[in-house]
């Protein structure tokens, strides 16, 4: 009878098995053809004076004509000089930075496509660092597939320590996730950190973004396009178009974060996101309980000892998957004790986004 917990556990294990066969299908892209697409490159920001100025050199130094794109800044509101800092940038040929036309994210990317003249939008973050061929590659992807939303990665790099490489592995398993599912035409996340989408899809969906909550211009968009028939969502899987971020400098500023994202959860309506979602919690919570049941009866320590090695098999194949594809394999050396704490990590999270305000 103790064993018979362990059926929970067999959902997670097909779900995941499905996004290992789609990992096994990505194949880097190879151009074929010499881009001409006009880009706008969409940034919301708020207090972001450290990051802008190197976001926009690193934009200013791309591998692509000055001609064929523009860059759109968005200042949210910032309480520091962020909107000095960008408009004191002279490095690109079209170049705007706007005042948000109301509160929040999703107004400001609105407000920045509502001002733009391409017809491929590119959003992304202001503590990010683009590759110098990221547009070109982006441009090169749209040109040749033609997709109405294109998810490219994204990757964590710097810090040290276990904080830093737990955030690491968590991050490119949320991107084995991506980048798997999406493959396997049932995308269920996207980051706008990197995304590219045509100003026709996001005129068409925008009014499905949910502004009553602070997160999810991304996965709202890419779950209501999901849902038209002929709309086609591409995963882009190219050095080229990786973009960089910064590891969170505190535990309280990376449980924040992470709060904010699970706090959508609730609005979701994509049915395979709203099954994996409650498949995974379930794989979570029966560990802390067999790890209570087993003061009881001793036997529930074995039963949760094959548990976290049941749970652990695809999440290593999936890791081991994205962290060789991004040069990352050194970190694989982390995956044991970050599998531990994830059970106290997820809680934690959970816990926060149920009770504490959701903010930038």
């Known amino acids: 009878m103790q064993w018979f917990s362990l059926i929970l556990i067999l959902p997670y294990l097909v779900f995941l098995t499905g996004i290992i066969r789609g990992l096994a299908k990505i194949r880097s892209f190879r151009p074929k053809s010499t881009p001409s697409v006009f880009i706008s490159v969409i940034v ?19 591998d692509y ?53 391409g017809g491929l939008i590119i959003t992304t973050d202001a503590d990010c660092i683009p590759g110098s061929a990221w547009l070109k590659t982006f441009a090169l992807f749209y040109a040749e597939e033609r997709p109405d939303l294109i998810i490219g990665p994204v990757t964590i790099s710097g810090g040290k320590g276990f904080f830093s490489r737990f955030q690491e592995l968590e991050f490119l398993s ?11 035409d049932n995308p269920v996340m996207c980051n706008a950190a990197n995304m590219a989408f045509t100003k026709e899809a996001y005129i068409e969906n925008h009014t499905g973004l949910h502004e009553e909550l602070v997160s ?3 996965v709202f968009l890419l779950h209501s396009l999901k849902k038209k028939k002929n709309s086609r969502i591409l995963w882009l899987e190219s050095d080229d178009a990786i973009v960089s971020t910064a590891p969170c400098e505190t535990w309280n500023s990376f449980f924040r974060q992470r709060a904010r994202w ?17 498949v995974t919690f379930v794989t979570i919570l029966i560990q802390p309980l067999l790890l209570a049941a087993g003061f009881f009866d001793h036997i529930f320590w074995l039963v949760l000892a094959t548990a976290l ?3 652990s098999i695809p999440d290593y ?27 106290c990590y997820i809680f934690r999270v959970v816990l926060r986004a149920a009770f504490s305000e959701k903010r930038w």
Request: glycine share 6%; net charge positive; charged share 25%.
């Open 174 to 184: 949320l991107q084995g996730i991506t980048a798997g599912t999406a493959i396997r």
């Open 44 to 62: 919301a920001c708020r207090n972001e004076e450290k990051n802008i100025s190197r976001l926009l050199e690193h934009i200013s130094a791309q």
């Open 262 to 278: 699970i706090s959508k959860a609730g609005a979701y309506k994509d049915a395979y996101t709203i099954m994996l979602a409650i």
């Open 65 to 117: 004509s000055r001609d064929l794109f523009e860059c759109i800044i968005i200042d949210d509101n910032s309480a520091d000089s962020t909107f000095n800092t960008a408009s004191a940038f002279t490095g690109i040929k079209n170049y705007k930075v706007l005042k948000n036309k109301g509160s929040g994210k999703k107004t400001a990317v609105r407000t920045g496509i509502e001002a733009c003249t």
């Open 216 to 218: 999810g211009d991304d």
């Open 309 to 311: 090695v049941l749970k």
């Open 317 to 343: 194949l999936i890791l081991r998957n994205t962290t060789s594809r991004y040069g990352r394999k050194n970190l694989m050396r982390w995956f044991v004790p970050s599998q531990l704490f994830y059970i």
